[in-house]
């Protein structure tokens, strides 16, 4: 039986988790994994490992393609319908919450049973964020994150306005 692309890249991919837990210098590992985690926002860290991947592994078609502008119409038409089983959360936790995209997903998780699959994306900003979750699991969303305390600071959380918050 031939073997697919897919079923090459996931042994490629097996065989690379295998390798990096081999790797002789684990701190340079875990140095690195802080820069990422302060630098690229959670939701795009697995979209980071398919891009080193597909660019690194000799694909020629990755690397003669010409990269997609960051804000092109295409681009955005192509995250719409993601969202569009998605509904937005105002919630008044931001950076200087002193807390992390990921620690406030976690935070929204463990109060509401979700998972971090179910929240589909975040807008991370200063003061505030909007969270995407998945439209057939928002009951109960709000009053399970509604006056709870993050970081020492009291949680308000409501529907967003359908104005575009991006």
Do not use: W
Request: aromatic share 8%.
């Amino acid at each position: 039986m031939a073997e697919t692309i897919k079923d090459i890249r996931g042994q490629k991919v097996r065989e690379l988790v295998e390798e990096m837990k081999l790797y002789n210098n684990p701190q340079e590992l875990e140095d690195m994994k802080k820069i990422i985690k302060k630098n690229v926002p959670m939701m795009m860290r697995g979209y980071l490992l398919a891009y080193l991947y597909v660019t690194r592994s000799g694909n020629t078609a990755a690397k003669t393609a010409k990269p997609a502008k960051a804000h092109s119409t295409e681009h955005k038409a192509a995250q719409k319908p993601a969202l569009e089983n998605a509904t937005s959360f105002y919630i008044n936790i931001g950076k200087l919450s002193k807390g992390t995209a990921h620690e406030m997903v976690d935070f929204i998780c463990e109060k509401t049973g979700l998972s971090s699959e179910d929240i589909l994306q975040v807008a991370y900003k200063q003061n505030y964020s909007f969270v995407y979750i998945r439209s057939d699991k928002t009951e109960g969303v709000i009053e399970a994150v509604n006056g709870q305390t993050y970081k020492g600071r009291k949680v308000k959380m409501n529907f967003s306005k359908d104005k575009d918050e991006q």
